[in-house]
Each structure stands twice: as structure tokens, then as C-alpha cells.
């Protein structure tokens, strides 16, 4: 039998996240103790009255095909919940609910991009990015930023990557992998610059918005002159530990919602009744059942920078959402342990993973090649013993 595979799938890379987590289940089943780091996954159960109302929904019978954009009362709970929480204005005729905010932006590609178009990622960007536009047809521009600007770029920096091409620009707030978050001002210079192209659309990737260790989280749709250009993506992944009811959404214009939903019809149709039951109960609460967890968060986060801090040669910024730190680990490169030679962040992310038993994620997964991703979404005792580790195995490097 001739295994020959499609250009499609030949061309798109494995994602390096789950990669990283394959090989750790791997390292686990030989008898490796094997902390694993890899995966932005809360370590939270999700919360009772959410599992309460999805007990509710099989009892009633909620286990048929769902409307393809979702059921209309949790796409009414979505517009409302956009309104209350972000003072954004989306009809529920403007939200698609998907099986997953990936699934929405795979969604917004594959209904928006031509071969050829362009989509501005600024630099680290999620690691799905780049190859869900790959699978678009279109091509990825990254812009560069460093720990010194705080992993954010500037409407000037957007500005300088724009040609004619340019169909897209793609970034998350709170970002994975950084924890950056863009400040009110940051958003609207850029929302100022885009609204002079009306052909470029934002998508702006909110998944983390309840992970956010600042006042408030700020949505760029806000600003009235870009609102019709901008798609807010969001879902309940994160802010309310539901990674496995897999639910995103999105807030559009019209044109564009209707678009998705015509794309989704012919791939996944609705998606779980159940799933769509149990985020209508989350997103119709108010938002205090995440800020046990957001606290729970910001006090991980605020042990990891303090113990990370004691090992020579990472630089680290103050992330202020999302459960990640980015260091920077290139003072490393060139260094080996006498077997092993340290030439890039991959290597040393290999190398943390076969030496040290920890499995965290290069940065070239994420369009940096000077840092490595590490995830405290996990116990205190976890990862005191994981940065442990990560320190005695990088004192090895000379």
C-alpha cells in the first residue's frame, strides 16, 4: 500500500506543546519521574455548579444536534456576558461557539485567508498560530520583541510589517507564552493604526482574560472606530478549568460570524450540547468562581519569580497574566556538560527533559528562539521540587 500523505499534512507541524507532553507520557511509562510543565492546563477541578448543570442538561435531554453557531440562549449568554464583563456590543447573531477557541481560529482563517495573504503575529506568539495560517494557505510575519520590551510590541513595529499583502493581525492579551497583557493605551495605538487599513482584521485571542493579575482586563474591540474590524476570541478553557468540555467563541461582525458558521457547518457542525449547557451556567455566573483560582495563580506566580531568580543566567519579566513565565536562557547556549552541547533553546529544552526529568517548551515553538516556556499551573510543592531540578541540571553547564 502506497502511504503517500496529502502536501497539507506533510507541511504542518506537530504541536510542540503536545509534543512535549507525548514524550513526557513516554518518559512516565518507562519509569521516569517526570514532572511535566508543558501544557497550559489548570491543575483546578471544574467548579461543581458547572458539572451541576450539565447533569441537568443529560436529564433533560439535551443530547441532540445542536444549531450549527451554537444553542441561542448560551449565545444570548455570551453577548451578555461581553457586555458586562468587557463593555463590548455583540448581537448573539455576531457569535459562533466552537469546539475550542483553536477550533475558532481555525474557523476565522479558513473563512478569511486567500494563498498569499499575509497575518502579522507579533513575536512569542501561541504555538497554533503559525500552522493554522500554514493551513490557511497564508503566510505568517513575525515581529520580534524581547524581555526587555516585556514581549509586546508597538503600533510602530505593526506599522513597520505592513505591506499590501498584510490580511491579518493575530495576538493574544493575556499572551501565551509570555504573560504579557497590553495596557488600555497599547490597544488603542494600535487600534488607531489598524482602523487606517480597513481591509486588516484583529483577531484578538482573550482565552486567558480571567487570568489577569492587573485591575482589568482590556478588550481591543472597545474602541468604536475598530470594532467592525476586530474578532474577539474567547472560551472557558482556562478561567473556569473546563479544558475537556472543549467551548470557544467568538464575537464578530455579522458578515464575518456568518462566514465561521458556514465553515463549521461542513467540518464539525454544533458542538456539544452538554459542553454548551455546562458554559451557559459559567458564563451566566458572575466571575467570582475564577478568583479563587486567579489568586491561587498570582501567588504561584509570585514563587516561581522568586525561586527561577536564584539561577544564574535566566533573565525573567514580571508576567502580569496567563501561568507562565518566558525566560530568556540564551546565556546558556554554547555551554555543555561534557556529553551534551547546549546550542539553542530546544537543545536545552531536550536536555531539561532527559537530565532533569522536567518537560517544558522551547521558544521556537512560539517565534523566540531565546526562551523557554514553563507553566505553573500546578502544585506549590510541584514546582518548588520542578525548579529544583531545573536549577541543580543547569549548574551541570559550563
Not at 142 to 167: G, H, L, M, N, Y
Request: aromatic residues 8%; hydrophobic residues 40%; proline residues 4%.
Amino acid at each position: 500500500m502506497d502511504n503517500q500523505l496529502s502536501n497539507t499534512i506533510n507541511n504542518l507541524s506537530e504541536s510542540e506543546t503536545l509534543a512535549m507532553t507525548r514524550m513526557s507520557r513516554e518518559l512516565i511509562a518507562e519509569g521516569k519521574d517526570v514532572i511535566s510543565l508543558s501544557i497550559g492546563e489548570p491543575d483546578f477541578n471544574t467548579p461543581q455548579f458547572i458539572k451541576d448543570a450539565a447533569i441537568k442538561a443529560i436529564n433533560e435531554n439535551y443530547t441532540h444536534y445542536t444549531p450549527v453557531p451554537g444553542y441561542p440562549e448560551l449565545r444570548k449568554a455570551i453577548s451578555t456576558k461581553f457586555k458586562r464583563d468587557n463593555n463590548l456590543d455583540y448581537t448573539p447573531e455576531q457569535i459562533v461557539v466552537s469546539t475550542g477557541a483553536k477550533h475558532s481560529l481555525a474557523n476565522i482563517a479558513l473563512s478569511l485567508l486567500n494563498p498569499n495573504d499575509e497575518v502579522i503575529l507579533p513575536a512569542p506568539y501561541w504555538v497554533s498560530y503559525k500552522e493554522i495560517v500554514k493551513l490557511a494557505g497564508a503566510k505568517h510575519v513575525s515581529i520580534p520583541s524581547s524581555i526587555e520590551q516585556d514581549f509586546k510590541v508597538t503600533a510602530d513595529d505593526i506599522k513597520k510589517a505592513i505591506t499590501d499583502k498584510t490580511r491579518m493581525v493575530w495576538f493574544s492579551t493575556p499572551c501565551n507564552p509570555s504573560g504579557s497583557v497590553y495596557t488600555k493605551s497599547e490597544l488603542e495605538d494600535i487600534a488607531k493604526l489598524i482602523a487606517q487599513y480597513p481591509h486588516i482584521i484583529i483577531v484578538s485571542d482573550e482565552i486567558y482574560e480571567h487570568i489577569n493579575f492587573n485591575d482589568k482586563h482590556e478588550s481591543i474591540a472597545q474602541f468604536d472606530y475598530i470594532k467592525d474590524q476586530v474578532v474577539t476570541v474567547n472560551g472557558v478553557s482556562k478561567g473556569f478549568a473546563m479544558t475537556g468540555w472543549r467551548i470557544g467563541y467568538i464575537g464578530a461582525p455579522k458578515w464575518i460570524a456568518d462566514a465561521c458558521t458556514k465553515m463549521q457547518g461542513q467540518f464539525t457542525s454544533g458542538t456539544s450540547s452538554i459542553s454548551q449547557k455546562a458554559a451557559q451556567a459559567a458564563l451566566e455566573a458572575d466571575s467570582s468562581c475564577t478568583l479563587e483560582m486567579r489568586k491561587a495563580f498570582e501567588k504561584r506566580r509570585e514563587l516561581v519569580l522568586n525561586l527561577m531568580s536564584d539561577i544564574p543566567g535566566l533573565k525573567l519579566n514580571n508576567p502580569k497574566g496567563a501561568f507562565y513565565v518566558f525566560p530568556d536562557v540564551s546565556s546558556y547556549f554554547g555551554k555543555t556538560d561534557g556529553k551534551t552541547i547546549i546550542n539553542n533553546a530546544s537543545d536545552l529544552a531536550m536536555y531539561l527533559l532527559n537530565e532533569g526529568l522536567v518537560a517544558l517548551v522551547s521558544g521556537d515553538a512560539f517565534g523566540d528562539s531565546n526562551c523557554i516556556r514553563f507553566s505553573y499551573a500546578t502544585s506549590e510543592d510541584i514546582l518548588i521540587e520542578a525548579i529544583k531540578r531545573i536549577k541543580n541540571t543547569l549548574a551541570l553547564l559550563h
